[in-house]
C-alpha cells in the first residue's frame, strides 16, 4: 500500500524557519520525482519544488532562496526547508511522487503551515 505521510507543519511566526518532511512506503522512492506543493484555500495547488531520482532540483520562482528541497533515499523521506517565513508561505504543503512528469502519482493527505504573529 503506498502512503505519504507528511509532518513538520505548524504555526510559526514570520522570520522564522521549518523543515516539512514527507515519510513515504510501498513504492520504489528512489526512482520517483519528488515534489512539494502549496494549496491555500479557494485555489489550485501550486507546486513549490521538486527533486529527480537523479538528484536535479528545481524551485518555482517564488521558492528562490528561501525555499531548500533534499531527499534521503535511504530513509524514503524528501523534506522541504522553509527559511525567512513570509505570511504568504501559509497554506496546506502536500507532498507528491510520480515516476514520470506526465501522471498524477501518489499524494499525502498535507500538512498545514501558518505563518503568523
Known amino acids: 500500500q503506498v502512503q505519504l505521510v507528511e509532518s513538520g507543519g505548524g504555526v510559526v511566526p514570520p522570520g522564522g524557519s521549518l523543515t516539512l518532511s514527507c515519510a513515504a512506503s510501498?513504492?520504489?522512492?528512489?526512482?520517483?520525482?519528488m515534489s512539494w506543493y502549496r494549496q491555500v484555500p479557494g485555489h489550485q495547488r501550486d507546486l513549490v519544488a521538486f527533486?529527480?531520482?537523479?538528484?536535479?532540483?528545481h524551485y518555482e520562482d517564488d521558492g528562490q532562496g528561501r525555499y531548500t528541497i533534499s531527499r534521503d533515499n535511504a530513509k524514503s523521506t524528501a523534506y522541504l526547508q522553509i527559511s525567512r517565513l513570509e505570511p504568504e508561505d501559509t497554506g496546506v504543503y502536500f507532498c507528491n511522487a510520480k515516476s514520470v512528469p506526465w501522471e498524477d502519482g501518489y499524494w499525502g493527505r498535507g500538512t498545514q503551515v501558518t505563518v503568523s504573529s
Open positions: 510501498g513504492f520504489t522512492f528512489s526512482s520517483h520525482r
Open positions: 527533486v529527480q531520482s537523479t538528484g536535479l532540483k
